[in-house]
């Protein structure tokens, strides 16, 4: 038995107060991991408030996890007690199904996620199956890898997904938590990256992310000037838009792909597909190898989000500071 001292919400829309649970026995495939850092997604935030209907209270959020492992079940073969590992949305997968089988993880029907149902990353300790503990790469700035687990593989997978070349013309719709991280990954990808932003007045800072242009998202003229000249479209925003105007600026058989949770359906017309041989699509995360590939790629590239910092015991502050839209751009929890 472990005792886990957290954060949790009792109810939808409360604050977070100091909560205690305890683990049962460790059973033979999973591992526990000592939390040092734990990002504040926009994602726990709609858990907390139930945006998508699947909450139970109480509700410890958090999976954005940095930590090292302190104890290991008996058939866990590939970590030892020390290692840093990462823990993402997802702390297991059924590990045989065809989707599991073919490293798409993230993809089993049966997988469980890190705060659906169980007690998430605000706290000391968590409890995952080996297989999603992510052992992090040497050299990795451990402050600033927690949000690469959730919003930097999100971002990630679609580059891969769509097959997005070096010599491609890019955009990315909305430069929050999640598009500055894509900006940072298509400029080490070799691409020219047009952002587009409905906040003009962030345009040196999207520029100094690695865009190679901005275009004024609310300036219908910004938008037709680059109408025909994109190969590929990664919308982060979960807001409706008129999603025809930027189909618009794809270039024939571009790609459209969403990773924006937007709620609403999205209208699509279809002869803005047919004429030009476009598509569109959408994905999650991602999968533990390809997850693997990209905190790589990070170290390599020395490409980490742009973070603030907060105490663990500051987390209503930090809740605030995201709910109002101060963030810049991800918040990471400091477990001390």
């Known amino acids: 038995m472990r005792t886990v001292k957290a954060y949790a919400a009792l109810s939808s829309g409360s604050k977070l107060e100091t909560f205690t649970y305890q683990l049962p026995e460790l059973a033979s495939d999973q591992v526990d991991i000592k939390i040092h850092y734990c990002g504040l997604c926009h994602s726990d935030l709609s858990m907390l408030n139930n945006d998508w209907g699947t909450t139970k209270y109480p509700l410890v959020p958090g999976h954005e996890i940095v930590g090292e492992i302190v104890a290991l079940g008996k058939e866990v073969k590939n970590l030892k007690i020390g290692d840093k590992v990462g823990l993402g949305w997802f702390s297991g997968s059924c590990m045989h199904c065809n989707q599991c089988m073919d490293g798409s ?7 469980e996620q890190t705060i659906v149902g169980r007690h998430g990353g605000f706290a000391n300790y968590i409890r995952s199956h080996w297989s999603w503990a992510i052992a992090l790469p040497d050299g990795i700035d451990l402050a ?3 949000p690469l687990l959730c919003g930097g593989i999100t971002v990630f997978n679609p580059i891969f997904l769509a097959n997005v070349k070096p010599t491609d013309r890019v955009g990315v ?3 929050g938590g999640l598009g500055h991280m894509a900006i940072k990954f298509l400029k080490a990808w070799g691409c020219e990256v047009v952002a587009f932003s409905s906040h003009p007045d962030k345009e040196a800072q999207i520029l100094k992310m690695g865009a190679s242009k901005v275009i004024d998202s609310t300036n219908p ?3 037709k000037s680059i109408h025909g000249r994109l190969n590929f479209i990664l919308n982060t925003t979960n807001v409706t838009l008129d999603w025809n105007s930027y189909l618009k600026t794809l270039a024939p ?4 792909h969403t ?3 937007v ?6 017309p279809a002869f803005s597909l047919i004429g030009g041989e476009k598509s569109v699509g959408g994905s999650p995360l991602g999968g533990i190898v390809l997850t693997r590939t990209m905190l790589e790629f990070c170290v390599r590239h020395n490409i980490y989000p742009t973070v603030e910092e907060f105490k663990l015991e500051d987390v209503n502050q930090a809740i605030a500071h995201l709910e109002n839209g101060k963030a810049r751009y991800r918040i990471v929890l400091k477990v001390s």
């Open 105 to 111: 993880q993230h993809l089993c029907q049966t997988a």
């Open 144 to 146: 600033k890898a927690g």
């Open 259 to 261: 990773v924006g949770g």
């Open 263 to 268: 709620l609403e359906p999205m209208a699509i």
């Open 221 to 223: 003229e910004a938008l």
């Open 253 to 256: 058989k571009g790609h459209f």
């Open 173 to 175: 719709i909305g430069i």
